[in-house]
Structure formats: structure tokens, C-alpha cells
């Protein structure tokens, strides 16, 4: 089975940017969805964004125009790009591979 490996996450200030990375142990040519979800303290987690082989996304509405998913097949990674952020965006990120293979997390916080 794949297994995933996050990084990226950390502390930054409202208005800054943050480039979360997912490597997979294995290949994700082959994989049609990928997504990013997130978990705020106290709420359910949520997906935040997808996308699919052939390049479809899908954003939560409160992302949108801030953050953008981008995959690599050849280095078997999957990107979120998080410009203009916020401190709602606080939580802890997760990768999803084709809805059933979770990453571990990385904390993300967003100061005021």
C-alpha cells in the first residue's frame, strides 16, 4: 500500500504563504484523486482541495483564488500552495490518496 509523507506546515502571519508536499512511496501515475483536507481544533475535518489525473480541480469555497493543488507524477508528489493566509486556515493538513491512504498531518498556523 502507498504511503504518504507530508511536510511544509509551520507558523507563519495572516497575509503569508506556505507550500504543503505530499510524496508517495509509490507510484500515483495511476491514481485519479488527490486531495488536500483539513482539521480545525474543535471541527470535522474538510477537504480543502482536489484534483484528479486528468488535472480537474475542486476547491472549498473559502479557498478559493488563495490556494492551489498541483501534482508531480514523476517525483510522485502532490503540491498545495497556500498564498494569503488566514488565521481560519488554522489546523492540521492532510493528503488523501484515491480516498482511502492518509498522510500523517503537519500543523499549520496562521497568526494575526
Known amino acids: 500500500q502507498v504511503q504518504l509523507e507530508e511536510s511544509g506546515g509551520g507558523l507563519v502571519q495572516a497575509g503569508g504563504s506556505l507550500r504543503l508536499s505530499c510524496t508517495a512511496s509509490g507510484s500515483i501515475g495511476s491514481i485519479n484523486f488527490m486531495g488536500w483536507y483539513r482539521q480545525a481544533p474543535g471541527k470535522q475535518r474538510e477537504l480543502v482541495a482536489a484534483?484528479?489525473?486528468?488535472?480537474?480541480?475542486n476547491y472549498a469555497d473559502s479557498v478559493k483564488g488563495r490556494f492551489t493543488i498541483s501534482r508531480d507524477n514523476v517525483k510522485n508528489t502532490v503540491y498545495l500552495q497556500m498564498n494569503s493566509l488566514k488565521p481560519d486556515d488554522t489546523g492540521v493538513y492532510y493528503c488523501?490518496?484515491?480516498?482511502?491512504?492518509w498522510g500523517q498531518g503537519t500543523q499549520v498556523t496562521v497568526s494575526s
Open positions: 484534483m484528479t489525473r486528468g488535472g480537474s480541480t
Open positions: 488523501n490518496v484515491g480516498l482511502t491512504v
